[in-house]
């Protein structure tokens, strides 16, 4: 039987070994670091979705955060 | 039906967004109406909120102006391509309770449709439900299951051991999906090949199912800009 470590690497098969309601609180906890380190709930423009349309302004700020800036970013 | 089903069925997405499947009713609009009431929704981009878009297969998005849900997409939907009747999915949805609140989440295998889609994003995550499904059931698994990983696994490996565990593919399953036929030859290379060859077809059927819907769109974008002109 080909195990999921195998297949998707440790990481991967951590998440994908923990139950539904585990993943879910997990994820519930993401959240809320995500809302400590003043992250928004503005979404990001999805280019490839149907629904996109490139004239709707967006209200979303570039780097997702008001008054968060790239202070270093990779050449690639 | 978005995001957090996905993160509950194992895969795992960061979607700012909350997607709700709903019954496009006279009765169950109203309802919905006064919860995004109190959420301070207004509706964002086209097509606005009114059920014959809904039951055309647009989706109609909102933006949350409550002070706790600042800036909170909500999409809502009644109909995707290749997914049943909402009727079907309510029957079969997953019913789950978080701080007191009951959270119905759409099944998986009609989450797997719905995930159909022309987007690259969709596809591993697709996969990764599946598999997680697989290799949370392999061991004593249900004639649904069995059937649900003949017609959705994505990962050639998982695809051949499923065959070999099985002894052999069922043909109805082949009718339904014909690479199954290359998953008895064990020959993973092939199988990765008409897998691809799958998806692709997929997403040009979800483009051919939006050409029309994106038509529509595109001319309720011009009326309410020449409308904010006048």
């Not at chain 1, 951590?14 to 995500?34: C, N, Q, T």
């Not at chain 1, 503005?42 to 280019?47: A, C, H, K, L, R």
Request: aromatic content about 8%; charged content about 30%; hydrophobic content about 35%.
């Amino acid at each position: 039987m080909i195990s999921p470590e195998e297949l998707v690497g440790e990481e991967w098969a951590a998440w994908y070994r923990l139950s539904p309601l585990e993943r879910w609180r997990e994820s519930e906890k993401l959240w809320e670091i995500y809302f400590h380190l003043g992250g928004s709930l503005d979404t990001e423009p999805d280019t490839e979705s149907p629904f996109f349309d490139p004239r709707e302004p967006s209200t979303r700020t570039v780097n997702g955060r008001p008054g968060m800036r790239v202070l270093r970013r990779s050449r690639v | 039906m978005g995001g957090q089903a996905c993160v509950f069925y194992g895969a795992a997405e960061f979607s700012r967004d909350t997607d709700l499947a709903i019954l496009a009713s006279s009765e169950n609009l109203a309802r919905l109406s006064n919860a995004l009431r109190d959420l301070k929704a207004q509706v964002i981009a086209v097509p606005p909120f009114e059920a014959k878009y809904l039951r055309k297969g647009h989706a109609v998005h909102f933006s949350c102006h409550h002070p706790e849900a600042l800036g909170m997409r909500v999409d809502v939907m009644t109909k995707m391509r290749g997914v049943d009747a909402f009727s079907k999915l309510w029957t079969r949805r997953t019913t789950i309770s978080s701080y007191d609140t009951t959270i119905e989440l759409m099944s998986l295998p009609d989450l797997v449709q719905a995930k159909k889609t022309q987007r690259d994003k969709d596809w591993p995550m697709l996969r990764r439900l599946v598999e997680v499904n697989y290799f949370a059931n392999r061991e004593k698994p249900t004639r649904e299951q069995i059937r649900f990983w003949f017609l959705e696994l994505r990962t050639p490996e998982l695809l051949v051991e499923l065959a070999v565990s099985q002894g052999r593919t069922p043909a109805q399953l082949i009718r339904r999906r014909p690479l199954l036929k290359n998953v008895g030859t064990a020959n993973e290379s092939l199988l990765t090949k008409t897998l691809r060859a799958e998806e692709e077809r997929e997403r040009e059927a979800d483009r051919e199912y939006w050409r029309p819907l994106k038509k529509e769109l595109e001319k309720l974008r011009h009326s309410r800009a020449s409308q904010s002109k006048r």
